[in-house]
């Protein structure tokens, strides 16, 4: 049998095979917001890496959509709740929106043109969540309303639902 000797992961060792980014570590564990972390080539598209790490509390003061592309969500280390939505033609902001739990390990896509904001930790601890986005979609293709007052959002979870 043949042995593969197994070394640490760094950069130096790692680049003639490929590329990584620790997500857990970026940041140095700060809330915020990581957007294009690693490019990641699929044929003639070209998809990135993105972290949000999101802090304890329950109020959403932004909504956002891409009206061509995709966005892909994976909790690492703890459930989320997020809020979806149809855009409203000529109001796309105006969507009536939907509360869901995704489980740690969890991954979810999100279709072309639905409305969305932020994820929320369900504990009081933070929760970092996998961002995969064509490349600069935060740039190209993303159109956001923040909001203020009472247009905020809550999540509330329902006791007796059923679900993952």
């Not at 570590?25 to 490019?39: E, H, I, N, V």
């Not at 855009?87 to 969890?106: C, Y």
């Amino acid at each position: 049998m043949r042995k593969v000797a197994v070394q640490p992961l760094t950069m130096e060792a790692f680049r003639p095979y490929g590329d990584f980014v620790s997500l857990l570590k970026t940041g140095d564990g700060a809330p915020g917001f990581y957007a294009d972390l690693l490019q990641l080539p699929l044929g003639q598209a070209v998809t990135t890496v993105g972290l949000a790490r999101i802090q304890a509390g329950r109020v959403a003061d932004m909504l956002e959509y891409h009206q061509f592309t995709s966005e892909g969500l994976l909790p690492l280390d703890g459930p989320c709740d997020i809020f979806v939505g149809q855009p409203v033609p000529g109001n796309p902001f105006a969507a009536v929106l939907h509360g869901f739990r995704i489980p740690a390990g969890t991954f979810v896509r999100l279709n072309p043109g639905v409305v969305h904001g932020t994820q929320l930790p369900v504990n009081d601890a933070p929760v970092s969540v996998l961002l995969i986005l064509p490349a600069f979609t935060v740039g190209n293709d993303t159109q956001y309303v923040f909001l203020s007052g009472e247009e905020r959002l809550t999540l509330q979870w329902e006791e007796n639902a059923d679900g993952i």
